[in-house]
């Protein structure tokens, strides 16, 4: 599945919720990851509303007054402690991080000597971790983001009265399509400028795809003269576009405890990574040692050598541009003793060419039933090739 974020009304946390819930990702998802994180009460909650005439889905965060302010170091130990999956902490972290060096850069000092204001709050804790809960439900292929608009005038935050776009959002879309107005308004928030920037695996219009759902967020006001709302396209790569550029990052790696490798490959995952995977190699003198290779979205560059740098003993790597061709996906579900099973079909040219059952399915499925894992692969293997 692929899917794009049309920001062209602009960009926050609460109009990406929106969306995401308007395309189907059930608000529980969100709930849960939510009630992960927040040390004190909150409530999320959806309601359909206008906005410039559009009908769209407003997602309510609500919080009780507070006035606590967050470091980075603060933000990082509450992502860290709560029972997340990696492949929603990770981004969440990926996110904040990035908040707070554009804050650092803004200020004049060091990430962790920053002090959140309104992205510190309860609220935009909840709208990181719930988009990332959401995006990582919907376990999109790509998800590429049109020009981010940004509106213009004045908007007063805790630092003061700022020019619209806010120095922190200048420097969260550096290098990434952006363009002012059309309102005299803030339209992007830092926020919703550090979700997109962590998420986004592509910039342009709306790819080549066979739309299956569309969300459509909305921000808390109805703006004059457009229509304050982000949508979310998902649906399929149509077959036969053209390949996609993409990078393979490359390090020879012969000092790490081998034992770490599957937690390194599945952060590189959670992190954007499209695949991820090691070879082993003799280096020189005859030492045994393994390439990690990494295909990543050259947007998604950043926070995958966050991984690298971060996990391994690696002092570089390198890296090179190949195109990436992806088959278009789709998923069905077959039944074994009264058990659900994912299967996921793959298509070229219109044809199922390929059938592969969920492993992780197969192995509930095993456990539940009390079945040999290699019966239950076998006949699910069985009911994907009729689906094929």
């Known amino acids: 599945m692929i899917g794009w974020l049309d920001c062209s009304s602009g960009v926050s946390g609460d109009m990406l919720l929106g969306a995401l819930v308007g395309s189907g990702v059930p608000i529980e998802v969100l709930d849960t990851a939510i009630q992960a994180v927040t040390p004190e009460p909150i409530r999320v909650r959806a309601e359909a509303v206008t906005r410039g005439g559009l009908a769209a889905t407003l997602v309510h965060v609500e919080v009780a007054d507070t006035t606590t302010r967050r470091t980075w170091s603060d933000v990082r130990g509450v992502l860290e402690a709560a029972d997340l999956p990696p492949a929603v902490r990770t981004p969440a972290l990926s996110c904040f991080a990035a908040l707070a060096r554009a804050e650092a850069t803004v200020h004049g000092t060091?990430?962790?000597?920053?002090?959140?204001?309104?992205?510190?709050a309860l609220d935009a804790i909840a709208d990181v971790v719930g988009v990332c809960a959401g995006l990582a439900h919907l376990g999109l292929d790509s998800l590429t983001c049109s020009t981010v608009s940004l509106g213009g005038g004045f908007v007063s935050v805790g630092h003061g009265r700022l020019p619209v776009p806010p120095p922190a959002v200048v420097e969260l879309l550096r290098g990434l399509p952006s363009v002012g107005g059309p309102v005299e308004a803030e339209l992007a928030t830092p926020t919703g400028a550090a979700l997109v920037a962590t998420h986004a695996t592509g910039f342009g219009s709306q790819p080549a795809m066979l739309v299956d759902a569309v969300g459509v967020g909305a921000g808390g006001r109805d703006l004059d003269g457009s229509a304050n709302v982000v949508r979310l396209l998902l649906g399929r790569t149509v077959a036969g576009a053209a390949p996609s550029p993409e990078l393979v990052l490359e390090a020879n790696v012969d000092d790490l405890d081998p034992r770490l490798w599957p937690t390194v490959l599945e952060l590189l995952l959670a992190a954007g990574a499209s695949d991820a995977w090691l070879t082993p190699i003799l280096m020189k003198k005859g030492r045994p040692a393994h390439t990690l290779s990494v295909l990543?979205?050259?947007?998604?560059?950043?926070?995958?050598?966050?991984?690298?740098?971060?996990?391994?003993?690696?002092?570089?790597?390198?890296?090179?541009?190949?195109?990436?061709?992806?088959?278009?996906?789709?998923?069905?579900?077959?039944?074994?003793?009264?058990?659900?099973?994912?299967?996921?079909?793959?298509?070229?040219?219109?044809?199922?060419?390929?059938?592969?059952?969920?492993?992780?399915?197969?192995?509930?499925?095993?456990?539940?039933?009390?079945?040999?894992?290699?019966?239950?692969?076998?006949?699910a293997g069985a009911l994907a090739r009729v689906l094929g």
């Open 296 to 379: 990543v979205a050259a947007h998604c560059r950043t926070a995958v050598l966050d991984v690298v740098f971060a996990e391994t003993t690696t002092i570089g790597l390198r890296s090179y541009e190949v195109d990436k061709l992806a088959l278009e996906r789709t998923e069905r579900t077959v039944e074994i003793d009264g058990h659900a099973l994912r299967v996921k079909l793959a298509s070229y040219a219109g044809k199922v060419v390929n059938a592969q059952p969920e492993y992780d399915d197969v192995a509930a499925v095993a456990q539940a039933t009390g079945r040999p894992l290699k019966s239950v692969l076998t006949q």
């Open 110 to 120: 060091t990430p962790d000597e920053v002090h959140f204001h309104e992205v510190g």
